[in-house]
């Protein structure tokens, strides 16, 4: 099934914002093609603005943001080898490497054919959170003189594969690894940039050392309030509400979202968390757990109307309890303040999510702050 994604215009005197999909509803009254459902018919839409980092960008010079216009300094790939392949992604092919000048491991990222402005994207915003807590070091760039297929060359983490890491996690180890990436969070945020793909597979964590990296940030841009972009972003078990209802004017709190689903997998041991079969079906299944009542208050907010196929779809449902999904497996990791971290970060609106910096301050991680200053005292 697919979904109307379209910019809204300006229609008439009467100032309703109407999109191309609601013309096809209701002035031309033409079905949609086979199959396709728009998500939302909406009249003057109230505008959304995040509340933490809001004009980063607009105090910074042009070329901070305006990865467009970036010169990128490629690197000859002679220096490289592949020792063998780690992953795989729609972007990109991705590799262990290492590097011959000092014999030292490294992870070689082959990107696909793409637009030159997405690796243009992804390069600048590396550039920009190089050195920043927890965030994957880019250490080069690189091109094959002969095909031109580019590649980026990053750090080597000695990583898990979190479907085996997780389910040996104890409650202190989940509070520490969560705290490790809200710093990485916090830090992307605070430079105007929004991540738009957490999600297990992109959090590497070497737990022999106990090291965190938040990777892939080839969806990730720049935020500008006031902007519409594309919701065609986050893996869908992790999609926030706003993407699935079309609301293009999101913030970095979409990233809260992405990491309350990952938590909710983490410690209720129920990885992915909401499994939507579809984007459709992945609203559907959040419904499912926080209520109809919520997800109306939340689209008459933004004056966003679902349409009548999908309001169908979604039907009426009332808001489960979290203690419904503590089990003999997971009590161990259930405690009243981790409830309470989650129902902070599962919230359908947007602006109502904990901060990354708000998470980081939240009691369930009053023992990892504890330790921390602790460690951070005897250095």
């Known amino acids: 099934m ?8 300006n229609w008439g005197a009467a100032g309703c914002t109407i999109s191309s999909s609601d013309l096809l509803i209701r002035a031309t009254a033409i ?3 086979s ?9 003057s839409p109230a505008m959304s603005r995040s509340r933490v980092y809001a004009d980063v960008n607009v105090h910074r010079p042009r070329d901070y943001w305006d990865y467009e216009s970036l010169a990128v300094q490629w690197s000859g790939q002679d220096d490289y080898e592949v020792v063998r392949k780690v992953g795989r992604g729609k972007y990109s092919e991705v590799f262990e490497g290492i590097n011959i000048t000092n014999n030292e491991k490294c992870i070689i990222k082959i990107l696909k054919p793409v637009k030159k402005k997405k690796i243009k994207r992804e390069i600048k915003i590396l550039q920009n959170l190089c050195g920043g807590p927890n965030i994957v070091k880019l250490l080069d760039i690189v091109r094959d003189q002969h095909s031109k297929t580019p590649s980026l060359i ?5 990583s898990t594969d979190f479907k085996i890491l997780y389910p040996t996690l104890t409650d202190y180890d989940i509070r520490y690894y969560i705290y490790e990436l809200l710093k990485a969070l916090d830090y992307c945020h ?3 940039i929004m991540h738009r793909d957490v999600k297990p597979h992109n959090v590497m964590i070497d737990h022999e050392l106990r090291k965190l990296r938040l990777i892939d940030w080839g969806l990730a841009e720049f935020y500008h309030p006031g902007k519409e972009y594309n919701v065609r972003v986050a893996s869908r078990y992790f999609k926030g509400p706003e993407l699935l209802v079309d609301l293009q004017d999101y913030d970095y709190s979409l990233d809260m979202w992405s990491l309350g689903c990952m938590f909710a997998g983490m410690i209720f041991r129920k990885e992915p968390f909401f499994y ?4 459709h079906d992945q609203l559907v299944k959040i419904a499912k757990v926080l209520g109809t009542d919520e997800l109306n208050a939340y689209l008459n907010k933004y004056q966003l109307v679902l349409d009548p196929q999908l309001e169908a779809l979604v039907g009426r449902h009332s808001r489960k309890p979290w203690s419904r999904f503590i089990n003999a497996d997971n009590q161990h990791l259930v405690s009243p303040e981790a409830i309470d971290f989650l129902d902070k970060l599962l919230r359908y609106d947007h602006q109502d999510r904990l901060t990354a ?3 980081m301050a939240h009691p369930y991680f009053f023992q990892v702050r504890t330790a921390e200053n602790s460690r951070l005292r005897t250095q």
Do not use: I, M
Not at 2 to 9: I, L, S, T
């Open 190 to 192: 605070s430079q105007g």
């Open 276 to 279: 939507g079969h579809d984007n």
């Open 154 to 158: 990053f750090e080597y983490v000695n």
């Open 35 to 43: 199959g396709c459902l728009p998500v939302t018919l909406s009249c």
């Open 357 to 359: 910096r708000e998470a």
């Open 2 to 9: 697919c979904v109307y994604f379209n910019r809204k215009f």
């Open 31 to 33: 079905p949609p093609l």
